[in-house]
């Protein structure tokens, strides 16, 4: 066995999760042929197909890697099922488990009977669990410095630390920004300060501002611009614009309800001023817009790209001045 008998990542990042997974599966190639992924989503329970594909050998099989994604919130029955599974390695199945909790103060969130399992303890004695908590500016260092490397692009490390106080920490969003900065070097291949003033994200993917913008109709061009640039990072982005639209309505929710929100003074009479204009229905109705996209793309019903437009239209109605 030369490769893991299966493998652990535990990051709230999923681009830098896939990142380092496309890194496994270089540094560990297939039997025979190449590995084909696949991959489960933990809210939704694991399928038979799943089981069967763990089971899978036979002389025509191939090679699968199994990816089940927010393993956070598999039942710990599952768990229990999965850990038992897992005892046998079987070359034609690596399964990767993802769990995506984001870090509460600094430490990543496992439930506790997950790290009672065998499944578990064995992965720490073989160091078969990565860990990471996600891009800070230290941390968007050596992200930065990777993909030059890899795209053989130059930067001077004085603009390395300029570009990790500036692109957005989230690794899709930044990958985008890079990606961008490359095609304006030209034939130089270097980046320069002078490149930076193109970064159209701002470092926190300002949701709220997003908001604002929808409901005082004012600023469709910034609320177009931010489903394009979505679309063009791919689905990790737009999952993370999910959550991060989430997370505001989340706070303007409780902010409605007169509930105690640790924010500045100036940004919290602003959200409860967005929050009171709002009301409960409108603030309610942002979960469902989120859950029907969610629901698209993992059923396949819809293509991320369409399920992103389709959601900032329903924002749009919603969140329109209303008569």
Not at 5 to 12: A, D, L, N, S
Not at 48 to 60: A, D, I, K
Not at 103 to 119: E, M, N, S
Not at 248 to 258: K, N, P, S, T, V
């Amino acid at each position: 066995m030369s490769r893991p008998g299966f493998y652990i990542c535990v990051c709230p990042d999923i681009q830098l999760t896939k990142n380092h997974i496309d890194t496994l599966m270089q540094d560990n190639p297939a039997p025979e042929g190449r590995w084909e992924k696949h991959v489960y989503w933990s809210d939704e329970g694991l399928p038979p197909v799943f089981w069967e594909n763990l089971t899978l050998q036979g002389l025509f099989a191939s090679p699968k890697v199994l990816i089940i994604r927010n393993a956070q919130n598999l039942p710990i029955d599952a768990w229990r099922k999965l850990s038992t599974s897992l005892g046998q390695f079987n070359p034609l199945a690596w399964v990767i488990i993802c769990l995506e909790a984001p870090y509460d103060r600094g430490k990543p969130k496992i439930p506790a009977a997950v790290k009672k399992l065998p499944c578990w303890k064995l992965a720490e004695t073989k160091a078969w669990i990565w860990q990471s908590a996600g891009l800070n500016e230290r941390a968007m260092r050596g992200f930065i410095e990777q993909w030059a490397a890899k795209n053989k692009v130059q930067i001077e490390q004085k603009i390395v630390h300029a570009l990790s106080q500036v692109l957005p920490q989230d690794a899709s969003a930044a990958k985008n920004e890079l990606d961008k900065l490359a095609l304006a070097t030209g034939e130089s291949r270097t980046i320069t300060a002078e490149h930076i003033k193109d970064i159209s994200h701002d470092a926190d993917m300002d949701i709220f501002a997003f908001i604002n913008a929808l409901q005082s109709g004012k600023a469709p061009d910034k609320v177009w611009n931010k489903v394009i640039s979505s679309q063009e990072a791919g689905d990790a982005m737009i999952f993370s614009f999910l959550a991060m639209l989430l997370r505001e309505a989340r706070i303007l929710w409780q902010l409605y309800a007169g509930e105690t929100v640790r924010l500045p003074s100036n940004v919290m009479q602003q959200k409860k001023r967005l929050a009171t204009s709002l009301g409960p229905v409108r603030l309610s109705k942002i979960w469902d817009l989120a859950l029907e996209a969610e629901t698209g793309i993992k059923t396949g019903e819809r293509k991320p790209e369409q399920a992103m437009e389709i959601l900032v239209a329903g924002l749009l109605a919603l969140f329109s001045p209303q008569k």
